[in-house]
């Protein structure tokens, strides 16, 4: 719970200190210059920004990862890491793989907004028109992506299991691989501040876990023997 704390503190400490900088070294300076390359001239733009930008930017979105990271970290905290389990019921299992495409189709749409608002896109560029048309296939193959992969759970009698049992060579590979890199994509985005990735991307691992945890359990209670009953009355 401290470590909790901590996160949320520095994250509240680096917000604050982001909002007390400016976004431009010389805002009127950057301003005169942005006006000077004829338009379509999107890599000198770009050149011009990334040398008048202070580190606010940065500073926030290292700030806010901290916070939200804070929440996570506290629950896990409470409930001790080794007991984490998957969802209680298929349902519950089923609804989070349905929930996640969206949920990430939709971190990207506000990073993409996010970025228009802090000016990564010059005046003359139609720089957000091409990403968004992609959204509903985006979307799409999101959802597709998903539904294949709760066919993991066809047939398998539905326990919670804790989601240390998915950390075993005994797991399904497939899961293993994606569960490892997914944590990695998502300790990536963590480091570099891109909590709309971030956070949809902790979510991709819970699934994945998840899954792998119940194949796990539910493989363990079919291999193990069931042990007869002594009869403590016979000769």
């Not at 985005?189 to 699934?207: D, E, K, R, S, T």
Request: with cysteine; proline share 6%.
């Amino acid at each position: 719970m401290k470590f909790a704390f901590i996160l949320f503190a520095s994250g509240l400490a680096l917000i604050g200190y982001a909002l007390s900088l400016p976004p431009y070294k010389d805002e009127r300076s950057f301003q005169v210059q942005y006006m000077s390359p004829s338009a379509g001239q999107s890599t000198e733009y770009s050149k011009l920004r990334e040398e008048m930008l202070t580190p606010r930017f940065q500073l926030e979105d290292c700030g806010i990862t901290l916070v939200a990271l804070a929440l996570p970290v506290f629950l896990a905290s409470r409930r001790g890491c080794l007991r984490v389990s998957s969802p209680k019921s298929r349902g519950s299992l089923a609804a989070l793989g349905l929930a996640l495409p969206f949920l990430t189709v939709g971190g990207y749409v506000c990073d993409l907004l996010l970025s228009f608002g802090r000016g990564e896109f010059p005046y003359w560029a139609d720089s957000m028109a091409i990403p968004l048309m992609g959204v509903p296939v985006l979307l799409v193959l999101r959802l597709l992506w998903s539904l294949a992969h709760l066919g993991f759970l066809h047939g398998d009698h539905y326990s919670p299991a804790p989601l240390i049992l998915a950390l075993s060579l005994n797991t399904n590979w497939w899961l293993l691989c994606l569960s490892a890199g997914t944590a990695l994509l998502v300790l990536l985005c963590l480091v570099f501040g891109q909590y709309w990735y971030a956070f949809p991307g902790g979510l991709w691992l819970y699934f994945y876990l998840s899954m792998a945890a119940v194949r796990r359990s539910a493989s363990d209670n079919r291999m193990s023997p069931s042990i007869p009953m002594r009869d403590d009355h016979a000769d």
